[in-house]
């Protein structure tokens, strides 16, 4: 398995993916492909004591770079040389299995879309994380790639979401809900109540699990594995947990270190503090990925350092092997509603 990594996106770059992509050569048994400039990567693989190009990692030069000042839609295009660029068109030609970058998120979406491409019948490409809930984790789909959707792109998602679920989490029948207000079927807006009957007929069919309409509250204890919606009522949802996640963490530290019994008290719960902590990492997890997209892309956290980027490695790794993509494009005719069912739907 070879993995093409950005060397050069990301706050931390390229350090920290240059010694996470080192160690998961050692530890993962994956090849990795470190795209960036020669001369900076090459500084790295010394700081981290390696003086010769060690086995299954290569480098491929690129001397431009994608900042997160550049115009997200076009970047990949007036930087043809840069790391996002040459790493997506190596993907393309098939010079490795999968590619991750925690350079920027809308010009990684734009060139992956326009550079990959997606898999034929998919509408739009969604970015699904694997978001914490009471029972091990829900995938959220989608979280930011496409704010304005239409019932067709929330039919697709749920079967990407649920696809990935099964594929790469290892959940048999997972259950998707729909993001929505209310449980019952008349709540929300006119896209939610139409995407509502279009998920209800695919699960009547046995496509998908479809248990119906989830709140925002219910998804976080856990009650599916899926959870279907628009990207922007999805981002909100994910900024809220995490902000949530970081509030609590924030007040238990407080909470525990007010004094001598307090500080006791966290000794005899450390072990359920760090389980916390380690539920609310998002390098735990690795990174996003692009799912529609016809070969795998991970989308790292911009912050990441070398734990997340060996994750995202992972992650893109077990992506490539799941199958995934080969399945949503055997069942794409399931996905699609008739051509005269979309007057109403975006262009691709």
């Known amino acids: ?63 431009q770079v994608v900042e997160m000042c ?9 930087k043809k040389n ?10 393309k030609e098939g010079r490795g299995d999968a590619f991750v970058s ?26 699904a994380p694997v978001v914490p809930t009471g029972k091990g984790g829900a995938v959220l789909i989608d979280c930011g790639a496409t704010a304005e959707c239409t019932p067709e792109y929330l039919l697709q998602f749920a079967f990407m979401g649920s696809y990935y679920a099964e594929h790469v989490l290892g959940r048999p029948e997972p ?27 695919a699960g009547d069919a046995g496509r998908i699990h479809f248990v ?26 994910l900024k809220t947990m995490e902000g949530t996640g970081g509030f609590l963490a924030r007040e238990l530290k407080g909470m525990f270190k007010k004094n001598l019994v307090t500080k006791l008290g966290a000794l005899c719960v450390k072990d359920g503090i760090a389980h916390f902590k380690k539920l609310l990492d998002s390098g735990e997890v690795g990174g996003t990925p692009l799912v529609g997209i016809c070969k795998p892309v991970i989308k790292a956290h911009g912050s990441s350092d070398a734990f997340a980027i060996k994750n995202a ?36």
Not at 25 to 53: F, M, P, S, W, Y
Not at 82 to 91: A, C, E, I, Q, R
Not at 176 to 196: F, M, W
Not at 319 to 340: K, V
């Open 175 to 201: 259950r998707v809900g729909l993001l929505n207000i209310g449980a019952e079927p008349s709540k929300g807006t006119d896209l939610q109540r139409e995407a509502y009957q279009l998920l209800k007929g």
């Open 70 to 78: 550049d115009n997200p839609a076009t970047a990949f295009k007036e």
């Open 313 to 348: 490695i992972r992650q893109a790794a077990g992506f490539a092997a799941s199958g995934l993509i080969e399945d949503i494009a055997e069942n794409i005719e399931h996905m699609r509603l008739p051509a005269g069912d979309r007057s109403g739907a975006a262009a691709d």
């Open 212 to 237: 119906g309409n989830v709140e925002a509250r219910e998804a976080v204890y856990g009650e599916v594995d899926v959870i279907v919606s628009d990207g922007y009522s999805g981002n909100i949802f």
């Open 102 to 127: 925690a350079g920027s998120t809308g010009a990684l979406l734009s060139a992956a879309t326009l550079l990959v491409k997606r898999i034929k019948g998919i509408r739009r490409a969604a970015m």
């Open 82 to 91: 840069s790391s996002l660029t040459v790493g997506l068109n190596m993907l």
């Open 1 to 63: 398995m070879k993995i093409i990594v950005d060397a050069m996106g990301g706050d931390n770059a390229p350090a920290c993916n240059v010694k996470g992509a080192l160690d998961a050569v050692k530890e993962l048994g994956v090849e990795v492909v470190l795209v960036g400039r020669g001369e900076d990567i090459l500084k790295c693989l010394k700081e981290n004591g390696v003086a010769d190009l060690p086995a299954g990692v290569e480098i491929a030069h690129a001397d």
